[in-house]
C-alpha cells in the first residue's frame, strides 16, 4: 500500500509518499480501507516540529475490510472512522486515556489502509460521504464536547465563535440543529456572508470593530453570551472573557489556543466564569455527536478537495487560512 509519512525536521516539504506493508489485523483490531482524511490546525503544527517519520493526520473515514480475532461490534463493508485518541473509550478524560493520538504519538490516517482497535473506531453518519465523516473526528468531536458535552448549552442560548475554521464552522452547524444563537468573527466580510448562509445568527468582522467585544456586549443586550469557544488563545483570551455573560464559561481548545499565559483569576472569580480547556472527546462523546448528525442530515462544510497526490498542497491550502469550513484529501 501507499502511505504518506512526514520527515523529522522537514515540515511540509519533507512529507513523503512511501510504500508500505498491508497491514493485518490482530486480535480485538481492525483493517479499513481510508477514503478521505481532513486536516487540522494541529497537523500543521505536527508537520513544522516532526521529530520522527511517522503518517499524519488524526481524521479519516472509510470501510472495514477484515477484522481481527474477537471483534464482534464490525464487520466488513462498515463504514467507519477512527477515533483521535484509540484509548479514551468513555468517562471523564485521565492522562492515560490521551497519552497517544492519531497522527501524533501514532501513525495517523493518511494511508490507504490502516489497522485500529476496534474500541477506537465509531460508524459514521449514513447520509455523509466518506469526504464529509472524514471531518468529524477532531474539529467536530471538539465543538460539540465544548458546547453540549461541557458547557451543555440549552436551546435560546448563544455561543461566541471566532473565525471561520474548522471548529468554529461545525460548532456553527451544531448550535444550530441545538436551538443555540450564534455569533461569529472574521477579518473577511467574504467570509462572514459564507457564514451567515450558513445559519449564523449575527457576524463581527474583528478588523472592522477592534473593540469586537463591545460589539458582542451590544447584540447581547450587555449581557455577554453564554460560551465563547475560544481558538485565539493570548491574542483573544482577554476580549472572550469581556464578552462572557456573568456566570457563563469560556472553552479553550487545547489544539489551538496554545500559550495564553496565565489566565486573569480575579475577573473569572468575580463574575463567576468558568474557563476549561478541553481536547478533542471520548468515543462515546463522538457517538452521540453522529447520532445528533445523522437525526439532523447535517452535511460538515469542506471547503476544498485535494487527491491523494496533491497532500502537500492540502497543507498549504490550509496554511494559507483562506479555507471555510475543512480541507480532506481524498484518498
Known amino acids: ?18 510504500e508500505a506493508p498491508d497491514p493485518e489485523p490482530g486480535r480485538g483490531e481492525v483493517l479499513i480501507r481510508v477514503r478521505a482524511t481532513a486536516l487540522n490546525h494541529r497537523d500543521l503544527m505536527i508537520a513544522r516540529n516532526a521529530r520522527q517519520a511517522a503518517v499524519p493526520l488524526s481524521d479519516g473515514a472509510g470501510e472495514v475490510v477484515a477484522v481481527g480475532a474477537g471483534v464482534s461490534r464490525f464487520a466488513a463493508g462498515d463504514r467507519v ?25 501514532v501513525d495517523g490516517m493518511l494511508a490507504e489502509r490502516v489497522v485500529l482497535p476496534a474500541a477506537a473506531v465509531v460508524r459514521i453518519p449514513t447520509h455523509m460521504t466518506d469526504e464529509e465523516a472524514a471531518t468529524l473526528p477532531c474539529a467536530a468531536l471538539t465543538a460539540w464536547n465544548g458546547m453540549f458535552e461541557q458547557a451543555r448549552l440549552r436551546p435560546g442560548q448563544t455561543v461566541l465563535l471566532l473565525g471561520t475554521g474548522g471548529v468554529s464552522i461545525v460548532g456553527l452547524q451544531l448550535a444550530r440543529i441545538g436551538g443555540v444563537r450564534t455569533i461569529i468573527t472574521s477579518s473577511s466580510n467574504e467570509k462572514l456572508a459564507r457564514a451567515r448562509a450558513l445559519g449564523a445568527d ?12 463591545r460589539a458582542v456586549l451590544d447584540l447581547t443586550g450587555g449581557a455577554g453570551v453564554d460560551l465563547v469557544l475560544e481558538v485565539g488563545g493570548e491574542r483573544t483570551f482577554a476580549q472572550s472573557l469581556a464578552a462572557t455573560r456573568l456566570g457563563g464559561e469560556i472553552v479553550l481548545i487545547g489544539g489551538v489556543a496554545r500559550g495564553e ?41 469542506i471547503d476544498r478537495v485535494f487527491e491523494f497526490a496533491q497532500a502537500a498542497d ?18
Open 261 to 301: 499565559g496565565e489566565v486573569p483569576r480575579v475577573p473569572l472569580v468575580a463574575r463567576n466564569i468558568r474557563a476549561t480547556r478541553i481536547y478533542v472527546g471520548s468515543r462515546a462523546m463522538f457517538e452521540r455527536m453522529n447520532r445528533a448528525l445523522e437525526l439532523h442530515r447535517v452535511h460538515p462544510v
Open 81 to 105: 472512522a477512527g477515533c483521535f485518541f484509540p484509548g479514551w473509550s468513555d468517562g471523564e478524560v485521565a492522562p492515560e486515556y490521551i497519552r497517544d493520538a492519531l497522527g501524533g504519538s
Open 202 to 213: 449575527e457576524t463581527i468582522n474583528y478588523r472592522e470593530r477592534a473593540d469586537w467585544e
Open 1 to 18: 500500500m501507499q502511505a504518506y509519512r512526514l520527515t523529522a525536521g522537514g515540515g511540509i516539504a519533507g512529507l513523503a509518499l512511501v
Open 314 to 331: 492540502a497543507y498549504r491550502h490550509l496554511e494559507s487560512q483562506a479555507h471555510v469550513g475543512k480541507v480532506v484529501i481524498r484518498v
